[in-house]
């Protein structure tokens, strides 16, 4: 352990140590994604505190551990991953119970989201029992945080997270179809031997903006943004550009506009500046629409500004 990290364990004793952490309760423990300065002081101070630590892999949570400067005998790590979530949450369940605090970490980031997580809570909350989140690194809003990917988007806000897509080709350009057909911001994850397969598929959606996180809170951090049909031939730029995790944002479609409501604002613009015939002219002339409708138009316009 550095003597930064020592530091940082007194510091989440003198910060968090006070406040209340009852028995019986399940902690959700975000982990760093790939920078260990990146833990939270309540984190840290929950996992010296917690009575079992469950995790996806007891091996990398006891290397974690160990950077830190906590010291958690072995079998007080309880594994609990994709392909025994169901039987260890039972397990869990007993030591909740029976009083003790658990804290449930995945191998990086925030439990539950993509990672497992989402099951042990289910069957923690079906039994009545207390989950406590203890928020920190996530690779899905940081991704989306330096993407700008729906600074624009006033239509459609907010952002659809969708994963790992399938990893046979058919299904994988199936789920693309579709997701092509939502306006909002998608996310993806993929990794790094199915990096390009991926971009080679996303071809599909053409000039929609895509965003690429690579390695992200890491020393070889990178974040990009392409063409989607551009996103093959920038990966096989260089080989370091398909290494490490990836976290994929699909900027917001393009929203249409309504052909009448923007002949109207240019309309509008152009009147404020010019006579009324040389704005409908040069409206008719940008937007395509009829010369006859946009001068009936023009006179209402001129008319409403009288009243």
Known sequence: MSASFASALHAARDAAAAQHYPQGALYVVATPIGNLADISLRALH??????TIACEDTRHTQALLRAYGIDKPGERLLALHQHNEVE?????????QAGQRVAYVSDAGTPAVSDPGARLVAAVQAAGLRCMPLPGASSVTSALSVSGAIAHASENQGFVFAGFLPSRSAERNSAIQRLAAEPRCVLLLEAPHRILELAQALAMLGERRVTLARELTKQFEEVTTHAAQDLAAWLQGAPQRSKGEFVVLLH?????QDDDAAAERVLRLLLAELPTKTAVKLTADITNAPRNALYELALQIKRSEQD
Do not use: I, K, M
């Open 88 to 96: 260890a949450a039972q397990t869990v369940l007993q030591r909740l």
């Open 46 to 51: 929950v996992l010296q505190l917690a009575d």
């Open 252 to 256: 917001p479609a393009p929203v249409p």
